[in-house]
């Protein structure tokens, strides 16, 4: 049987675990570098920039920054002060994870039009949660020579509390979402069914990459291994949380979405902007349609475009294909 504890196999799975978040270094750099382009967006004002998307911006270059520190942690040569490095960096890896989990209660709020009691309930589950994420220092490291940065103690109890209350605060979180979703008020929208399908794979992922984490921390084999599934959780549940963000973002519906009234017209104003189309009148016949309909321009600053009857663009100008003066015995098409 293996003797976890000897100093053998510590500095084996000290190893391990370089190599191992050398590879999730890569792994989220190229998920980094893959969505860049939406972050772009932002910076360069093509889309409008919005209060929510400070999480969103903060969960991803945090924990970047959190993997640059462990790899520098693990590829120095040089004696440096390696618990207040390791400290940086377990700081930054657990805000990721916390971060994670409010992108997707702020989305549970929307969907909720929020409501002021659920905000409050959620809020206070936030600081909770960030108050075991920050709660002193957990992890001890320190310099050896010819070898480096060794970890040498972990706090495995308050680890392994702050994981479970992260999978217990996403399973709520799941929990409100599909409530609020699956009622029989709001019908079965493709927005409704690209949250609560994106919600469904958000819990299955993180839950399972936290529960893993979990185990490895009960165990308790030595100080590497009690956190070498840590990283992998935080990872997971920021590149999940942070796509579900850019889906509700980029989400354009097949045709007309039709929202009951009460419903879930609101449920992404936190993330995107959606504009009503404007009903009209003609010779005493009033047709009104309640869609939403993703603007390509900022609509408090350019009218909505649409080609006229003679293929022109016209600005400032909406036509409803559905309500158009009555000339003879056919309706003008409005282009």
């Not at 590879?23 to 772009?40: C, K, M, Q, R, V």
């Not at 520098?72 to 002060?81: H, I, P, R």
């Not at 009033?286 to 003679?310: I, N, R």
């Amino acid at each position: 049987m293996v003797n976890w504890q000897s100093q053998e196999e510590v500095i084996k799975d000290g190893v391990a675990f370089g190599r191992f978040m050398h590879a999730l270094l890569g792994l989220y750099i190229w998920e980094w570098f893959t969505s860049l382009n939406f972050d772009w967006q932002f910076i360069s004002g093509k889309k409008k920039f919005r209060w929510p998307m400070i999480f969103y911006f903060l969960n991803r270059y945090v924990l970047l920054v959190a993997l640059i520190g462990i790899a520098v942690a693990l590829n120095v040569t040089s004696e440096v002060d390696c618990q207040a490095l390791y400290t940086f960096n377990q700081c930054l890896g657990n805000a990721a994870i916390g971060l994670a989990s409010i992108n997707l209660s702020l989305r549970t709020m929307a969907v909720w039009n929020q409501n002021k009691y659920l905000v409050a309930f959620l809020v206070l589950v936030i600081l909770g949660h960030w108050s075991l994420l920050l709660h002193g220092i957990l992890l001890t490291a320190q310099w050896v020579t010819g070898i480096g940065c060794v970890i040498s103690g972990t706090n495995n109890k308050i680890l392994a509390i702050s994981f479970i209350y992260t999978m217990v605060f996403d399973f709520t979180v799941l929990c409100l979402t599909a409530y609020k979703l699956l009622s029989p008020r709001t019908g079965r929208s493709q927005l409704v069914k690209l949250i609560f399908h994106d919600g469904l794979i958000y819990f299955l992922i993180a839950f399972l990459a936290n529960l893993l984490a979990t185990i490895f921390m009960m165990l308790n084999l030595n100080a590497v291994m009690s956190i070498i599934a840590n990283v992998p959780a935080a990872i997971a549940s920021t590149i999940v949380a942070c796509r579900v963000v850019r889906r509700l973002n980029q989400f354009s519906s097949q045709g007309p979405e039709v929202f009951p009234s009460g419903g879930t017209q609101n449920s992404t104003l936190a993330f995107r902007s959606m504009r009503p189309k404007v009903a009209t009148k003609s010779e005493g016949v009033h047709v009104q349609m309640e869609t939403y309909q993703e603007s390509p321009v900022d609509p408090d600053k350019t009218p909505y475009l649409m080609d006229d009857a003679g293929g022109q663009e016209t600005q400032g100008v909406d036509y409803d294909t559905e309500a158009q003066r009555i000339t003879g015995d056919f309706k003008r098409p409005p282009y």
